[in-house]
């Protein structure tokens, strides 16, 4: 039987009046790459700050990593990453100090963050770039550096949000390569994203539209499904029954 890193059910948020999350229910395995995708205002923002343990559900369960996500929040964020658009480096630490700043801050002890830096600059081919101060990297080394970053602990999740934003395609395709690689070590990896073309990338992909989950399987199933050609006339299909914008 599968693993479950992420599971909720009937998983709610209101803010007042306003619904933001709408009874979302699904399941997310061991090791896949799960594409979390919406319009602004959708409602993915919100979904994603209570699977982090940052914002409480109204109603509904929902766990991460087997804890639960309203009543063992801190649980939850010892054991995920995560990684926004915004990046989670500190700009005037260098390379290496910023994979010792969050080794440490994960709890792991100096000799297998020495091992484990080590092995990360290597496999970035950053090794030239070790004293060198994060800000002057390019805007693609800063991505795999901040994601190396967030998985640096071996989570049993790590939440992307739209990693990839301003990147050139070539950049981006390399930044997926890692993704891959950890979803081969037995990570889970939880992604929004902007460009539909990384949406086929993903093991399976749901859809929300004004707080609910529209549409949810494989990629081929859903352009299939939609009888469309591509996943950017799927999102555009559902995207245009939306009636709230952000």
Excluded at 87 to 92: A, I, K, R, T, V
Excluded at 201 to 209: E, K, L
């Amino acid at each position: 039987m599968e693993e479950k890193v992420i599971y909720t059910e009937k998983l709610t948020k209101r803010f007042g009046n306003f619904t933001a999350v709408d009874q979302i229910s699904f399941e997310v395995a061991k090791g896949e790459i799960f594409g979390f995708l919406g319009a602004n205002g959708a409602g993915k923002t919100t979904a994603m700050r209570m699977l982090c343990g940052l914002s409480r559900p109204t109603s509904g369960t929902g766990s991460v990593a087997g804890f639960d996500i309203a009543h063992q929040p801190e649980k939850v964020k010892r054991n995920i990453g995560y990684m926004s658009q915004k990046f989670s480096l500190y700009e005037d630490l260098k390379v290496w100090e910023n994979l010792r700043l969050f080794g440490g801050i994960y709890g792991l002890k100096n000799k297998e963050i020495a091992v484990k830096t080590d092995a990360i600059l290597r496999e970035l081919g950053l090794k030239k770039e070790r004293e060198s101060l994060v800000k002057s990297l390019p805007l693609g080394w800063k991505q795999k550096l901040s994601f190396s970053v967030s998985i640096f602990h071996e989570p049993k999740v790590v939440f992307l949000d739209e990693p990839t934003s301003g990147v050139d395609p070539v950049t981006r395709r390399q930044f997926w390569e890692l993704i891959y690689q950890a979803s081969e070590r037995g990570i889970t990896l939880f992604v929004t994203t902007h460009y539909m073309d990384e949406a086929e990338y993903c093991d399976r992909v749901s859809i929300m539209v004004d707080g609910r989950i529209e549409a949810l399987d494989s990629p081929k199933t859903l352009r299939h499904q939609f009888q469309a050609s591509n996943m950017d006339e799927v999102f555009q299909q559902l995207a245009r029954k939306a009636t709230r914008i952000e």
